[in-house]
Nanobody, 128 residues
Framework: QVQLVESGGGSVQAGGSVRLSCAASGSTQIDYCMGWFRQTADKEREGIAVVDNEREPRYADAVRGRFTISKDNDKNILYLQMDSLKAEDTAMYYC??????????????????????WGQGTQVTVSS
């Protein structure tokens, strides 16, 4: 079991930056695939970035080059640095953990079904 708590959301103008944090507790000694997802009222929850201890992070096309996922293994914190924000980035952002390395998910790395642990979410609103 692992518990996840997000923080860092808020309101920002287009072009600005926000950094989200996700504090993990519980069975953190186990290797998980850690990811960030987002959801709006009219779209399903989508995976935007994942990272593990084995390989380079993966990003959705919509955020590649603007967002950076990273994790501090000593502090058990997952981050999402969001730069050059756009109005369409407005969403509820969720931290998630899935069993095993991200490479096990193959091309389905962004599928929420691979992730069994979720935080409560943090809202990011980008105004244009």
């Amino acid at each position: 079991q692992v518990q996840l708590v997000e923080s860092g959301g808020g309101s920002v103008q287009a072009g600005g930056s926000v950094r989200l944090s996700c504090a993990a507790s519980g069975s953190t000694q186990i290797d998980y695939c850690m990811g960030w997802f987002r959801q709006t009222a009219d779209k399903e929850r989508e995976g935007i970035a994942v990272v593990d201890n084995e390989r380079e992070p993966r990003y959705a096309d919509a955020v590649r080059g603007r967002f950076t996922i990273s994790k501090d293994n000593d502090k058990n914190i997952l981050y999402l640095q969001m730069d050059s924000l756009k109005a369409e980035d407005t969403a509820m952002y969720y931290c998630a953990a899935g069993w095993g390395g991200c490479s096990a998910y193959g091309s389905s790395w962004s599928d929420r079904k691979n992730f069994g642990y979720w935080g409560q979410g943090t809202q990011v609103t980008v105004s244009s």
